[in-house]
């Protein structure tokens, strides 16, 4: 029979509980024995989940409190000393708090220090934590946290595939310190320990074992192509067996590579790359499983079952009992469960899958192939094939006047009236801002008030006038904190917004919003993608009135804040039905209305955030023109409706530039605000190589940690970004928003900071 399982479960919970529990383990509020009996329940729900769904076998070792990645830097003993976790790591038991530490520079036990720098997971919005690499590192088996979550599952009768991320992958994600060394040195320590982990697993009776290696859908230097064949050489001798998961793309010139490895079996994903189905079975081994991934684990559409087993009947006859079926790769990039959303209209629900109705998707699925289909089967498969046809024909999808709009572009509309070089002549004339002028990203603490205030207005128990009149105060407090703290361009603080995409989509055409539809952005951060069903426009102003009101609280001049097209698209679930392109270019239209209408509101500084841009380029290199022509359009686009006086800000964060630095070039924004307080200053180095002409603003705070940065250190950072960019161009920021952060951390950071802008100014004036 055909066998059926997944690559990884959401671990948050239907209802955020592990986002809960461990926030309030952080803040003092609950035990480690009650975080640790969270997880536990957690686990042992989604596993009885996979089995109820019909699942051949569950999925152990998905589960993080942080982050998965993470995880297997504990697990190898990959702590860097700051953390003072040597005695851990030799005992073979590093605590949970040390982890914490290492994601956030800060847990309830254990000195504070500077976190391990955070990026994007591949080409998701999902955020890892990057593994720490030293010349000559020796690592070392130091947690038994995966073979404790693998008893637990036995001993509660479930039948296990352990999942963990692969040896390569690992390395590949990784960033070497100290010095400039190849990675690759580092293997023969990890692969001894991956194979002690390997036999201690299959002594816990395991027969499967899943690692990831998305690294092999990349363009590999052929250095690490063969550390791959001697890596899993090396593998081989495990007493288990051993399934290679690659998934975001397709192979490409890695196919031959990732079939010879011997293995017992390979995953491939059949959404992002359905064309490589039949060149891997050419190439496969007469023994070896092919697990498919047909069913998307990226996005929420409901798929197409009838078209599905056509496509996979000729499948299965080619490899017979050797055809595995999966979502094309882990369901945490997706919510918990469909059954949830009662407030959604009916049609829409129809279209729609969460993790829960793709574990029976992919059931289904199975079963038809083997002519073992139930009545409950057939009935799947009719309802679904209604749903897609319903949602075909219906008239909700398209708006002519958001098509001859689109059509209607010309090339001039996404050019400003003039070059930079002009525009900052002006912009420093009408701004008079000082050398090394001090702002924020936009956001500032969402306090519990502010989230009731939302939540009573929502539900109606708080009326229109009564909101906007809270929203207010909340505003003025914010200028009003903004002014005693010095800031030079103010921001209204966003205390209307419950989230930078979803607030948008609230009030555009084209897009649905779920009540539970969570997802892990990183560690406890969550967030509730929109999902874009039909074209898109924007019927009313969005933001204008809350940036007018502050403005008039402050004589200085006070930034718009909007989030930007790409931005949008890549942090919503977007309709399948046509390009990511089109849909993309139809929101940057929206979005242009809004732009100009903040100007026309007398507001003269309108950042546009675009920290999904470099999230959003291809994994293979050939195809990332393509995707920067339209992206970067699609800014501009946005951005060109406005005179040459009012500043255009963007926002990336967590990103690598170096690949991308001539498209955000191209983006041609006044000021740029980046992320480098996590990499010291080193994303500078794109900036500098490139000759970046424009104004950027280097983070010198990390928000995403409680700790407090020092006056000298935020000096010594900017002084490293001197010595790449001049002070003329550099302004003093924080590296990303505040709204996660508590006032109690703000204000002393934020004084800081601008003593620090102060000391620069007297230092360089």
């Known amino acids: 029979m055909t066998v059926s399982h997944i690559l990884g479960y959401p671990r948050i919970g239907a209802q955020r509980e592990l986002k809960k529990t461990t926030e309030a383990y952080w803040n003092g509020k609950c035990s480690r024995r009650e975080l640790e009996e969270t997880g536990r329940e957690l686990r042992l729900r989604h596993w009885q989940a996979q089995q109820d769904a019909g699942l ?28 003072s976790a040597h005695a ?12 914490f530490r290492m994601a956030r520079g800060r847990a309830p036990s254990g000195d504070p220090a500077a976190a391990c720098e955070m990026t994007k997971y591949f080409d998701t919005n999902y955020h890892y934590l990057v593994p720490e690499l030293h010349e000559g590192q020796i690592f070392t088996l130091a947690s038994n946290r995966l073979f404790e979550e693998v008893e637990e599952a036995l001993s509660a009768g479930f039948t296990p595939k352990v999942t963990l991320t692969g040896p390569l992958t690992w390395l590949w994600l990784g960033k070497t310190k100290g010095s400039d060394f190849d990675r690759l040195s580092l293997l023969d320590s990890v692969l001894n320990v991956y194979g002690e982990i390997l036999a201690r697993l299959a002594t816990q009776g395991i027969e499967w074992v899943q690692l990831d290696e998305p690294a092999l859908v990349q363009d590999l230097p052929l250095a690490w192509q063969q550390a791959y064949e001697r890596g899993y050489h090396r593998l081989q001798s495990a007493p288990l067996k051993l399934l290679v998961a690659t998934y975001f793309g397709s192979l490409g010139d890695n196919l031959s590579l ?98 829960q109705q793709k574990l029976v998707e992919i059931v289904t699925l199975t079963r038809l192939i083997d002519n073992r289909a139930t009545p409950a089967d057939e009935k799947r498969l009719d309802e679904a094939t209604r749903a897609l046809d319903a949602r075909r024909e219906s008239s909700r999808i398209h708006q002519s006047a958001v098509s001859a709009r689109l059509v209607a572009v010309k090339p001039e509309d996404s050019q400003r009236q003039a070059p930079y070089s002009v525009r900052a002549n002006e912009q420093r004339r009408a701004l008079e801002l000082p050398l090394f002028p001090t702002t924020t990203i936009g956001s500032f603490p969402q306090t519990n008030e502010i989230r009731a205030a939302r939540r009573a207005f929502k539900a109606g128990g708080l009326a229109s006038v009564d909101y906007e009149a809270h929203m207010q105060a909340e505003i003025a407090y914010a200028i009003e904190r903004q002014e005693a703290l010095g800031i030079d361009v103010p921001v209204h603080g966003e205390a209307e917004r419950n989230d930078m995409v979803e607030y948008f989509g609230e ?58 097209p790409v931005t949008i698209l890549q942090w919503s679930f977007v309709r399948d039905d046509q390009p990511r392109a089109t849909t993309c270019r139809q929101i940057a239209l929206a979005l242009r209305d ?62 690598e530039f170096n690949d991308i630095i001539g498209a955000i070039a191209a983006l041609d924004a006044d000021v740029i605000t980046i992320e480098t307080s996590r990499s010291d200053m080193q994303l500078l180095d794109a900036f500098q190589d490139f000759s970046y002409p424009n ?34 161009r550099l302004w003093v920021n924080p590296d990303c928003g505040l709204k996660t952060r508590g006032w109690a951390e703000v204000e002393p950071a934020l004084t800081n900071m601008v003593k620090a802008a102060k000391l620069l100014r007297q230092r360089y004036a």
């Open 258 to 355: 990732a079939t010879r490895l011997p293995v017992a079996g390979l995953h491939i994903d059949a959404v992002r790359a359905p064309q490589q189905v039949e060149s891997v079975i050419d190439r496969l081994g007469p023994h070896q499983v092919l697990s498919i991934g047909f069913i998307d684990g990226r996005n929420i559409w409901r798929a197409d079952l009838a078209a599905l087993r056509e496509r996979l009947l000729p499948l299965k006859v080619r490899l017979g009992q050797r055809l595995w079926l999966a979502p094309s790769c882990s369901l945490l990039h997706v919510p918990v469960d469909m059954e949830q959303e009662t407030e959604l209209d009916k049609e829409l629900v129809s279209w729609l899958a969460f993790a």
């Open 695 to 728: 104004e950027i603003g280097p983070g010198v705070y990390d928000i995403h940690t409680p700790n407090i940065p020092e006056v000298s250190w935020m000096v010594d950072l900017m002084e490293k970004a001197l010595e790449k960019i001049p002070a003329e």
């Open 507 to 564: 009030q555009l055409e084209g897009f649905a919003f779920t009540r539970f539809g969570w997802v892990q952005s990183y560690g406890s951060r969550c967030v509730k993608p929109p999902v874009i069903f039909g074209d898109v426009s924007r019927p009313a102003p969005m933001t204008v009135r809350w940036s007018q009101y502050a403005q008039t609280l402050t004589e200085k001049p006070m930034k718009g804040m909007i989030t930007g």
């Open 56 to 83: 051949d076998v569950v999925s152990v070792g998905d589960f993080a409190f942080y982050d998965h990645v993470l995880n297997v830097s504990v697990m190898l003993g990959a702590v860097p000393g700051r953390f």
């Open 88 to 99: 851990e790591v030799s005992s073979g038991n590093v605590d949970l708090d040390t982890a």
């Open 594 to 655: 809004e732009v100009v209408d903040l100007e026309k509101a007398g507001i003269k500084i309108i950042q546009i955030d675009e920290p999904a841009l470099r999230e959003g380029l291809p994994l293979r290199q050939y195809e990332w023109q393509s995707y920067l022509d339209w992206a970067v359009e699609s800014f501009q686009l946005t951005a060109a409706g406005v005179a040459n006086a009012t500043q255009v800000h963007t926002h990336m964060c967590y990103s």
